[in-house]
Nanobody
Framework: QVLLAESGGGLVQAGGSLRLSCAAA????????MGWYRQAPGKQREWVAS???????DYPDSLKGRFTISRDNADNTVYLQMNNLTPEDTAVYYC?????????????????WGQGTQVTVFS
């Protein structure tokens, strides 16, 4: 696992933008994928974006074109650019690092999580 620290959250008016950062205490290219999740009060944690070691990105259909994940391997930092924010985007946003290992015919996946950063969108 790696230690992850999110930053960049805050209070933003609907229609605005935020860029979240996830700083890793470790080399993020060691992770099979990095991602962002969010959790609103009373709701399950929701996948927001992911980026593989090879640079392939993916998003839920509802967020495609509005959220963008990127990385800077030299700085061991992952970003989430969020545009056209709505109150429904209000949540705690968490950074995730996923590691998969294979040994003895067993595949094991381990996940590291940051503490989260609050994003609040008001209208």
């Amino acid at each position: 696992q790696v230690l992850l620290a999110e930053s960049g959250g805050g209070l933003v008016q609907a229609g605005g933008s935020l860029r979240l950062s996830c700083a890793a205490a470790g080399n993020i290219i060691a992770a099979n994928s990095m991602g962002w999740y969010r959790q609103a009060p009373g709701k399950q944690r929701e996948w927001v974006a992911s980026i593989t070691r090879g640079g392939t990105t993916d998003y839920p259909d509802s967020l495609k074109g509005r959220f963008t994940i990127s990385r800077d391997n030299a700085d061991n930092t992952v970003y989430l650019q969020m545009n056209n924010l709505t109150p429904e985007d209000t949540a705690v946003y968490y950074c995730n690092a996923a590691f998969s290992t294979y040994s003895g015919g067993i595949i094991r996946r381990d996940d590291s999580w940051g503490q989260g950063t609050q994003v609040t969108v008001f209208s």
